[in-house]
């Protein structure tokens, strides 16, 4: 049962949640909401793709979202913890709202947007309908980066587990070794970086 949101103050509440920690490959994504009007959405992870896409389109629709991406080099750079708080950053900075209370997913408040009230929830995707939303947003948003990066990079499957680390993403980066967008200092993605990179990794 999803808990209501609109007492939190001051106004407007903003949904924030990232996708993306958890993949060998590609950027981490945020979504930033604001609801127009009490709507119920489950969490992305509760949900099918198609489902995903009709939600999105309901949210682009109805109601004010942003997006903010912070890219595996940045990951590289920062770690992925500082990225995905950057890409929450980037998305709430790409509302252009000057104060507000942000429902963020997870236990870290976002540095440098001190002009905002800030709560955090552990599973907040499951108990506040504006961080649902935000993490639907997430999650289709990178879905399509990935998919895009498919066409350049087809070896590694990216159109399928969206930079996972499933057993097929495992086996391509053994026999290829890392492409451009992988994150290069992750377990799972370093080992391979002596190898020799093939066609896989052309444009």
Sequence with gaps: MLKNWMSFKPQPVVGVDEVGRGCLAGPVVAGAVILKFPEDFKDSKSLTAKQREKATLQIKKNHFYAIGISSAKEIERFNIHKASLLAMKRAVNKLKI???????????KIPGLTQFTQSCFVKGDQIYSPISAASILAKTNRDQI?????????????????????????SALKKYGPCPIHRKTFSGVKEYSHLLQTKATRS
């Design 146 to 170: 990935l998919s895009n990066y498919n066409k350049i990079y087809p070896y590694y499957g990216f159109n399928k587990h969206k930079g996972y680390p499933v057993p097929s993403h495992k």
């Design 98 to 108: 000057k104060s507000g209370h942000l429902l963020i997913d997870g236990s870290f």
